[in-house]
């Protein structure tokens, strides 16, 4: 797999655009379709790149993943039929509302990602990107946090059931909670989330101390960043936690969920980073040689998630270079902002190595 030759799909079909959350809700279904716009006037999805349409889930595959009763409840709601029932799996808050057709659209959006995993298996793609995918907070029977079908949890499945070792990396500013409880217990899947401070954010967990359990200890890792981490600050945590476990984990296939809510000026977060961060992780994933299946995922500024993804497209494509107009402007951080955040990653970097990198004899 070298530059010249990564083949590369990006999964899109404006089908998808037929299933909207209602209109006060934040999350935007039109950030998929603006990636795809950037991407084809980049000239990205075509040569060694393709672009690919999403298949609907079947059910029997959404089953490895999601209870029948959570299904069928979903599937009853999409048609208008509010039931006490499907309240208490999460469905009709104000996170996770009803609308029309809602089934078909997570089916749809987490075929996209399956379609991904599967063109990853069979050799026909190196890298693949599905922007209407990455929806890592629902739970086997829960709805939650704008998500309805774990389509990265199912993917991840997918993948090991092949017998391959899968890192599962995070970066959304929400903890990914779905992710990491369906391996808890795994060494097949490694998951690793960095995310905002739970104690101030969305869903609540992903402390240091989350391990995981019996086979799976060491396999989960969470590195929590306090409010106002910025760029450098980030990769710090993430070179100096991420790189050697994933080198010392080894995986086949990476699974990369990119949401896009830790950039600065994000309505509902508290990071500061740049996207430029994004490319400089790419870059590091692509150094291992392995496949990535990269999605979207959260991302409330709908420009600059838009204008990350576009990068984050190129990068794994190997076009960054040619790609500089995407990147933010690095962002100034106040030298007391910058020591405080410093001397927090620092510590949240010797909690998570003291705990986690023995067991991979590191
Ligand atoms: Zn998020």
Same mark, same amino acid.
């Not at 379609?115 to 029977?141: M, Q, R, T, W, Y």
């Not at 909670?177 to 899947?189: E, I, N, Q, T």
């Not at 989350?210 to 969470?222: A, P």
């Given at each position: 797999?070298?530059?010249?030759?990564?083949?590369?799909?990006?999964?899109?079909?404006?089908?998808?655009?037929?299933?909207?959350?209602?209109?006060?809700?934040?999350?935007?279904?039109?950030?998929?379709?603006?990636?795809?716009?950037?991407?084809?006037?980049?000239?990205?999805?075509?040569?060694?790149?393709?672009?690919?349409?999403?298949?609907?889930?079947?059910?029997?595959?959404?089953?490895?993943?999601?209870? *029948?009763?959570?299904?069928?409840?979903?599937? !009853?709601?999409?048609?208008?039929?509010?039931?006490?029932?499907?309240?208490?799996?999460?469905?009709? !808050?104000?996170?996770?509302?009803?609308?029309?057709?809602?089934?078909?659209?997570?089916?749809?959006?987490?075929?996209?990602?399956?379609?991904?995993?599967?063109?990853?298996?069979?050799?026909?793609?190196?890298?693949?990107?599905?922007?209407?995918?990455?929806?890592?907070?629902?739970?086997?029977?829960?709805?939650?946090?704008?998500?309805?079908?774990?389509?990265?949890?199912? *993917?991840?499945?997918?993948?090991?059931?092949?017998?391959?070792?899968?890192?599962?990396?995070?970066?959304?500013?929400?903890?990914?909670?779905?992710?990491?409880?369906?391996?808890?217990?795994?060494?097949?899947?490694?998951?690793?989330?960095?995310?905002?401070?739970?104690?101030?954010?969305?869903?609540? !967990?992903?402390?240091?101390?989350?391990?995981?359990?019996?086979?799976?200890?060491?396999?989960?890792?969470?590195?929590?960043?306090?409010?106002?981490?910025?760029?450098?600050?980030?990769?710090?945590?993430?070179?100096?936690?991420?790189?050697?476990?994933?080198?010392?984990?080894?995986?086949?296939?990476?699974?990369?969920?990119?949401?896009?809510?830790?950039?600065?000026?994000?309505?509902?977060?508290?990071?500061?980073?740049?996207?430029?961060?994004?490319?400089?992780?790419?870059?590091?994933?692509?150094?291992?040689?392995?496949?990535?299946?990269?999605?979207?995922?959260?991302?409330?500024?709908?420009?600059?998630?838009?204008?990350?993804?576009?990068?984050?497209?190129?990068?794994?494509?190997?076009?960054?270079?040619?790609?500089?107009?995407?990147?933010?402007?690095?962002?100034?951080?106040?030298?007391?902002?910058?020591?405080?955040?410093?001397?927090?990653?620092?510590?949240?970097?010797?909690?998570?190595?003291?705990?986690?990198?023995?067991?991979?004899?590191?």
């Amino acid at each position: 797999m070298d530059m010249g030759t990564r083949k590369g799909v990006f999964i899109y079909s404006p089908e998808l655009e037929e299933y909207q959350y209602p209109p006060e809700h934040p999350f935007n279904t039109i950030r998929a379709k603006k990636v795809r716009e950037t991407a084809a006037a980049m000239g990205l999805l075509s040569g060694s790149s393709s672009e690919v349409a999403p298949v609907p889930a079947e059910r029997i595959v959404l089953k490895k993943f999601h209870s *029948a009763r959570y299904l069928h409840a979903l599937k !009853t709601v999409s048609k208008g039929k509010l039931e006490a029932e499907a309240f208490s799996m999460g469905l009709g !808050t104000p996170d996770c509302p009803v609308f029309e057709g809602m089934y078909d659209g997570a089916a749809l959006a987490a075929g996209g990602t399956l379609v991904g995993a599967k063109l990853i298996l069979s050799g026909s793609a190196d890298v693949a990107f599905n922007p209407s995918g990455g929806f890592h907070h629902a739970g086997p029977e829960r709805a939650s946090g704008f998500c309805y079908i774990n389509d990265v949890a199912l *993917a991840c499945m997918i993948l090991a059931e092949e017998g391959k070792r899968v890192l599962y990396l995070d970066v959304d500013v929400h903890h990914g909670d779905g992710v990491a409880c369906a391996f808890y217990g795994r060494s097949d899947v490694m998951t690793i989330s960095f995310h905002e401070d739970p104690r101030m954010l969305f869903p609540g !967990t992903g402390f240091e101390d989350e391990i995981g359990t019996g086979e799976g200890k060491g396999y989960c890792v969470n590195v929590p960043l306090p409010l106002g981490t910025y760029d450098e600050a980030y990769m710090k945590a993430f070179k100096t936690i991420a790189l050697p476990l994933i080198e010392a984990y080894n995986p086949d296939v990476i699974v990369f969920e990119l949401g896009a809510d830790a950039l600065a000026d994000d309505p509902l977060a508290h990071l500061r980073l740049t996207n430029n961060t994004y490319a400089d992780i790419i870059d590091h994933l692509l150094s291992f040689d392995r496949p990535i299946l990269m999605t979207g995922g959260g991302g409330y500024n709908i420009d600059n998630t838009v204008r990350a993804w576009a990068l984050a497209w190129s990068f794994l494509c190997g076009e960054g270079s040619r790609q500089e107009g995407l990147r933010d402007k690095t962002l100034a951080v106040s030298e007391p902002q910058r020591d405080a955040v410093a001397l927090r990653i620092e510590s949240t970097i010797e909690v998570v190595k003291a705990r986690v990198f023995p067991i991979h004899g590191l």
